[in-house]
């Protein structure tokens, strides 16, 4: 699939995801050690994108299992389909079948509701598997999936047992909400994403606002690197330093002075003790 | 010049010493790691790294420990956040969800010793103890090395509680005389931290 981490970045970036040599390395070593990747990093700088990019490089399906508190093996695995199954013991008892007829017909795959792990493993090489903020589950979910995660295959006891024929990729993420198990970090490579530096985020804005002005992108993305070191409640992540970029030049905005960022601060931050905050204590602004 | 391999294994066991958890399963990726990708810092750093450490506060002490290991020039580690180990204290580090938070007893902004403590007492200062204790000239050198590069960014109050911390320190082990002795002539020992 991929020869070298250089074809991950440049696959990528096809994709419009700029990526460091080191990402691209370590996204590289996860496949060819056919480990699950997980990927750490405060919110906002690309850790899903990363997984959607690389379904999208390799072009294989994303299956996308989003962790919660309570999330158990029926919700991420598989379950029965109960309604049709009674609707088919219905059927077969109108017929006069036997119960051993009637067992063997409802435990089917017909009547089996795949789950994003289940389909995972099903669908092998077909599909990257993305179990995103994996530290919101709890405990028993982990240890669950610790096991997959080793085995890379699951028994349905009236069915049977499940083995992926290929070692599916697998991408976890992780905002670290909650410190979760040494032995499932053991098992994948580790990556961490922080916010891109002034030159790639440059970068992106050029790439993503097209028809924006190189000197006013710069301004942009000088700012809001500067109060990304400030302590916000929510800290601009790219996709908002990207709408304010679009937002200004939708505007016909040319220049950055404290006017501009007065009317459109809603736009980069979310919370408003964070805009007076920003206003007070962030880069001057004429 | 040991062979690769061996160095590979020995540094994970120098991590290990410097209290990072590094199981033989993961030394056995960081070499098949190595092997995939090569020697070029940008991808044996990376790979080294993705293999052998699990939390990301042992980042640092990874990139301090890297540098001296395996002789490496440059000072910025390929992960902007593996973090400088003697990063500006005024900087407080951002996160999103602490923001707001301010611990009893302190206030926004200000460098108490307790936060100096806190940034201290992280990986610079636990390598210190240790190079110490094992009298390891290749470290304490780095480490001044460090401290020297470093000294220009940190504000002069802050130099203050830091040297004022880094001797405190030095004296629960004992180690004041010592250093005069080992850096005479080479350092002046204030330069030597901070």
Redesign the interface.
């Given at each position: 699939m991929f020869s070298s981490p250089e074809e991950i970045r440049n696959g990528f970036a096809e994709h419009n995801f700029i990526v460091d040599r080191s990402v691209s390395t370590v996204v590289y070593l996860a496949i060819k050690l056919g480990r699950p990747l997980l990927v750490e990093g405060p919110a906002g700088v690309g850790k899903t994108e990363l997984a959607r990019v690389l379904a999208l490089t390799t072009g294989r399906e994303l299956i996308r299992l989003q962790c919660y508190e309570g999330l158990d093996e029926s919700k991420s695995l598989y379950e029965w389909n109960y309604q049709k199954q009674l609707l088919r013991i219905y059927m077969d008892q109108s017929q006069h079948k036997s119960w051993e007829e009637i067992q063997q017909s409802i435990y089917t795959e017909e009547f089996l509701l795949q789950r994003p792990l289940l389909k995972a493993l099903m669908a092998g090489n077909e599909s990257v598997l993305l179990i995103d903020e994996v530290d919101k589950s709890d405990e028993e979910f982990e240890s669950f999936l610790l096991e997959i995660l080793s085995d890379y295959q699951i028994s349905i006891p009236e069915l049977a047992t499940i083995k992926a024929r290929h070692i599916p990729m697998v991408v976890l993420t992780s905002n670290n909400f909650r410190e979760f198990g040494d032995a499932l970090k053991r098992r994948c490579i580790h990556l961490y994403l922080d916010y891109p530096t002034s030159e790639q985020e440059l970068n992106i804005v050029l790439l993503k606002v097209p028809g924006i002005r190189e000197d006013l992108a710069q301004k942009i993305v000088e700012f809001v690197q500067a109060i990304r070191l400030i302590k916000l409640k929510k800290a601009p992540s790219i996709a908002e330093t990207l709408n304010w970029a679009e937002a200004l030049l939708e505007l016909n905005i040319t220049e950055l002075d404290s006017e501009v960022f007065k009317d459109t601060a809603g736009v980069l931050l979310k919370y408003k003790s964070d805009i007076e905050q920003v206003a007070a204590q962030g880069p001057h602004l004429s | 010049m040991k062979p690769l391999e061996e160095r590979i294994i020995e540094f994970s066991h120098r991590l290990r010493r410097f209290g990072i958890?590094v199981?033989h399963?993961?030394i056995v990726?960081a070499l098949?790691?190595v092997s995939?990708?090569g020697l070029t810092y940008?991808?044996f750093?990376?790979?080294l790294?993705?293999?052998l450490?699990?939390?990301?506060t042992d980042?640092s002490i990874f990139h301090s420990l890297f540098r001296i290991y395996f002789n490496v020039k440059s000072t910025k580690p390929?992960?902007?956040?593996?973090g400088d180990p003697f990063e500006d204290v005024n900087?407080?580090g951002?996160?999103?969800r602490?923001?707001?938070r301010v611990e009893a007893g302190q206030s926004?902004g200000v460098v108490t010793e307790q936060r100096m403590k806190s940034r201290i007492t992280g990986e610079p200062y636990l390598l210190l103890i240790k190079a110490v204790k094992e009298g390891d000239y290749d470290m304490l050198q780095e480490l001044a090395h460090q401290a020297v590069e470093n000294v220009k960014g940190i504000h002069p109050q802050n130099l203050e509680n830091a040297r004022e911390l880094v001797k405190k320190a030095q004296m629960s082990i004992g180690w004041e005389k010592a250093m005069d002795e080992v850096f005479e002539g080479v350092l002046s020992p204030r330069a030597v931290f901070f």
């Open positions: - | 958890n199981s399963s993961q990726d098949k790691a995939l990708v940008d991808d750093y990376p790979a790294a993705c293999t450490i699990k939390e990301k980042l390929p992960m902007e956040d593996a900087n407080e951002y996160d999103g602490e923001s707001g926004p």
